[in-house]
């Protein structure tokens, strides 16, 4: 269609042979991008003005949070655990369901239908944010830590189980035929030849995942899901900057801790 | 003993390593279950999960498909816009920062505090950026737009780098022998390199920055957030199951379509 309306420039090389060059789409590819911006600034009210009479507000904040509340420390640790325990039960729960997830939908092993199914499953689970997730779990488990765990399973399967679900694919499969030849069942084939194959691939994703995680429960706690993220609401709500200061500053450490061990391991597994 | 045998032999043992590994796990599971207590559970419980999922089959088909600025369809393209020209200032501000942290080109200290500036911006959960960013521009999607960008940059300079420091500087070589000046070693030597692992990566961080803008409307920075969390605390499940079903097919839509382009980008 493009090679319609700006047709290919003709070329006749030395020998008589005539070659086409398509023209470069990225003049139209560029137009669309300045366009879709336009739009976008409307749509948002981007405002230039008021941007650079307060950006120094922001700056003021982070001023407020310069030096932390030391005081306030001892409030953290306990809503800071609840965090890592919430992030470590969902996603340790949540790789398990992860394997037969995966086993269902990948669509070398069961059947198509079957397969499709649960990918469509998985990806509308993966697609759904996990506040929101976390704020259904709410109304349904109550408030506290067990909502903020749930939510976090449920997308851990999802990612987890994607990832896995696209390795099984692209597994090796002789030794799986191999194995169904010789009169194992569907299953054991899968436990013994497949399995072994994607292991240290699947175990780096769920440490992956984790990292991840805890992020995620660090602001879980906004929707009343548990969690650092409720103090963090309150902080931030009477606008005592100082002690929101300390909580991120725990935060990033733990995060950074958790980032560098998970790091280590998955650098073993591969 | 035959060749097999000797082969099942020779294979590494490392079985002490794992069991300690999976006793430290199973410590740390069983110390991660006290964090859970039952006796929270709402008795209207089964009752709400019924509604959900009844609102989601039966959803409210005319917020859904309506036009006007409190349809599911303009709420949607505002997300899209907050996502958008927040990954493009994100982008913008990350290019000069990822030069700044790659060890290739500027001295080791000042790219150690880059990399460690960028690791506290990237801890630091969108929301919270959110919640600073309204107190700058006061409540709307301006202020969406703002936090999506700060919060993209700590990831985008972080592969940034990582392309940065692969890059094959034989071809500066190479240009420099045939008499190539600085500008035309930049454009002809490095950008050809950068662009593409550049767009494919930016492409990538639209799609997540999607998602967080769904959620940023949560603390009124604008977005289809703020419809959600109204709609589902006045438990009006029909309007929550269109909402999401909105949100769903417009995730899924964008991840399609970035993962086609990015995959064309990377193969060339």
Known sequence: ?270 | MDAIEKQLHASPRNLRYILTITILILILFIWSLTTVNLDNIAESGLGIAAGIIGGILNPDLDLLFSFTSQGVLYLLIETIAIAFLGTIIGAILAIPLAFLSATKIVPKPVASVTRLLLIVIRTIPALVYGLMFIRVTGPGPFAGVLTISLASIGMLAKLFVDIIEELDTDILESLDSIGCNTFEKIRYGIWPQLFSMFLSIIIYRFDMNLREASILGIVGAGGIGAPLIFAMNAYRWSEVGSILIGLVVLILLVEFFSNRIRTKLVRG
């Open chain 1, 1 to 270: 269609m493009y090679d319609k309306i700006f047709p290919p420039a003709e070329i006749t090389l030395p020998n008589g042979k005539v070659v086409y060059e398509k023209k470069s789409r990225t003049p139209i590819i560029l137009v669309l991008l300045v366009i879709a911006t336009i739009l976008s600034v409307r749509f948002t009210d981007f405002d230039m003005n008021i941007l650079l009479k307060r950006w120094n507000e922001f700056f003021v904040i982070i001023g407020q949070m310069i030096p932390p509340k030391w005081e306030y420390l001892s409030h953290v640790w306990q809503p800071l655990l609840d965090t890592i325990k919430m992030s470590l039960l969902g996603s340790i729960l949540g790789s398990i369901a992860a394997v037969p997830a995966a086993y269902f939908a990948s669509s070398n092993i069961v059947s198509k239908p079957v397969a499709s199914v649960a990918k469509f499953l998985l990806s509308i689970l993966r697609t759904l944010p996990t506040l929101v997730t976390a704020l259904i779990a709410t109304f349904i488990f109550g408030l506290g830590t067990l909502a903020g765990t749930v939510a976090i399973f449920l997308f851990t399967v999802a990612y987890v189980g994607k990832l896995l679900y696209e390795q099984i694919e692209n597994a090796d499969m002789g030794s799986f035929e191999a194995m169904e030849s010789i009169g194992m069942g569907r299953l054991q084939a899968f436990r013994y030849a497949i399995f072994p194959q994607v292991l240290p691939n699947y175990l780096s994703t769920s440490l992956f995942s984790f990292e991840g995680n805890v992020r995620y429960a660090a602001i879980l706690g906004y929707v009343g899901a548990g969690g650092i993220g409720l103090l963090l609401n309150e902080s931030l709500g009477w606008r005592d900057y100082a002690s929101v200061g300390t909580i991120l500053l725990m935060l990033i450490i733990t995060v950074y801790l958790i980032e560098k061990v998970s790091e280590h391991f998955r650098k073993k597994l591969i």
